[in-house]
């Protein structure tokens, strides 16, 4: 089976406020993950776990693994995992500053984002399932973000690419 017949799995994740008027930072990061066996990430957070409890002793570990919150030595663990993982990363750096969507509508311009980073992704891997969290989301946002992914990729479709969207909160994601 070659890359454009396997069917990839993607995880998408963002970083920083995406309201231009944010009193930090001028970029929002879109990351994602990109595996051919979902079961490699399945335990990757909870092998680094237990590995810093064994070399470090107890520390505070919250349910949801928040790298911004959590122990410089459980993020190093979990960066360390991951490299032995058959992952790859695709990530979009987005500057803020630059002139966007005219309606000033943050999750169209949310969306938008979303939509250039996955068009990297679909670059490489034409098959690709992809999850994004819906914490955020709201149904009707969900199937104007899918709308809009979708204008942005029509052409990687007609060239017979295939993208599966799912919205997923983070207990169906386990």
């Not at 396997?6 to 995880?11: D, E």
């Not at 979902?38 to 520390?59: N, S, Y």
């Not at 349910?63 to 695709?90: G, H």
């Not at 309606?103 to 250039?116: E, F, H, P, T, V």
Request: proline content about 2%; charged content about 30%.
């Amino acid at each position: 089976m070659n890359d454009m017949e396997k069917l990839y799995y993607g995880f998408l994740d963002e970083s920083g406020i995406i309201e231009t008027q944010a009193p930090k930072g001028n970029y929002f990061v879109i990351s994602i993950i990109v595996v051919g066996n979902q079961v490699e990430l399945k335990h990757v957070i909870k092998r680094a776990r237990k590995k810093v409890r064994t070399t470090k002793g107890k520390f505070y570990a919250s349910r949801r693994f928040k790298a911004s919150k959590e122990a410089r030595a459980l993020i190093r663990q979990v960066l360390l995992e991951l490299a032995k993982c058959n992952i790859e990363i695709v990530v979009g750096l987005w500057d803020k500053r630059q002139p966007h969507h005219e309606s000033g509508d943050k999750n169209i311009l949310y969306a938008q984002y979303i939509a250039r980073t996955v068009a990297l992704a679909l670059e490489k891997w034409p098959r690709l399932a992809l999850t994004v969290h819906k914490r955020y989301t709201l149904p009707a946002i969900q199937i104007r973000m899918n709308q809009i992914i979708q204008e942005h990729i029509h052409e990687y479709m007609q060239r017979g690419i295939f993208l599966s969207i799912d919205h997923r909160t983070e207990a169906e994601c386990r």
